[in-house]
């Protein structure tokens, strides 16, 4: 593994000025290793979905550094943003965002058109395990297979780093865990180095990293050593 394949260092964000300024990040310090799943929890407000855009490009820093693989994102322009945001990174969101007049297959095609060294769209639907959905249209799929979908989307880029801001928050119980266990699987097969922000501890015991925020900081970085499979958590 690579030694601080992420790192954040001192990171600031403020939002507003004077009496209605907002620090969402108040000086936050932590690193990830290159391959790792990483669950980052925090409640509402903790300030996680701040950081996360800040990583993905998405938000840039009042002050301090975000580094991925030796390249500093905070330092960053315009273009270097978006060649980062179309090459390096893959997003899935709480919902899904699929274009409703697109079958799945287009849905997911239209990410691999964007880069470089794209995975075809039709092996990424089947890795997500959806093949014999690809002419269906989003209507036509419940909330699991559009989540589904959506990770495809994001694994067609063949991105080194997968954001996943709350991607079971809109699925039921069941559901939920089989999107977790398909984002460790292709975690550990494809060795992509994923992170999802959660409110949810009861996932957890399942991440080879567990980092807690609150109100804008740190709380802890620790190494799981003792990983539970999501088959066996319950919440």
């Not at 090459?87 to 470089?116: M, R, S, W």
């Not at 060795?191 to 804008?216: C, E, F, L, W, Y």
Request: glycine share 8%.
């Amino acid at each position: 593994m690579s030694a601080n394949y992420i790192k954040f260092q001192d990171v600031k964000k403020s939002y507003g000025s004077g009496n209605a300024q907002i620090n969402a990040l108040a000086g936050v310090d932590f690193e990830i290793e290159k391959g790792e799943f990483c669950i980052l929890l925090g409640s509402s407000g903790a300030g996680k979905t701040t950081l996360l855009n800040m990583l993905g490009g998405m938000d840039t820093v009042t002050s301090g550094h975000i580094e991925f693989d030796g390249r500093e994102v905070s330092a960053f322009g315009k273009k270097e943003l978006i060649e980062y945001r179309r090459h390096d990174v893959g997003f899935v969101f709480q919902f899904y965002n699929l274009i409703p007049n697109l079958t799945a297959l287009e849905n997911v095609e239209i990410a691999a058109q964007l880069c470089k060294n794209p995975i075809p769209a039709a092996e990424a639907l089947d890795m997500v395990g959806l093949s014999e959905r690809a002419n269906n249209f989003p209507a036509q799929l419940s909330g699991g297979e559009q989540q589904r979908v959506a990770i495809a989307r994001a694994l067609a880029k063949n991105p080194r780093l997968l954001l996943c801001d709350e991607p079971t928050g809109a699925l039921d119980y069941v559901t939920g865990k089989a999107v977790l266990k398909l984002l460790y699987d292709l975690s550990k097969k494809r060795g992509t180095t994923v992170i999802i922000i959660t409110h949810n501890q009861a996932i957890a015991p399942m991440a080879d990293r567990i980092i807690k925020i609150k109100s804008g900081k740190i709380l802890s970085n620790e190494l799981n050593s003792n990983i539970t499979p999501i088959d066996e958590i319950e919440w």
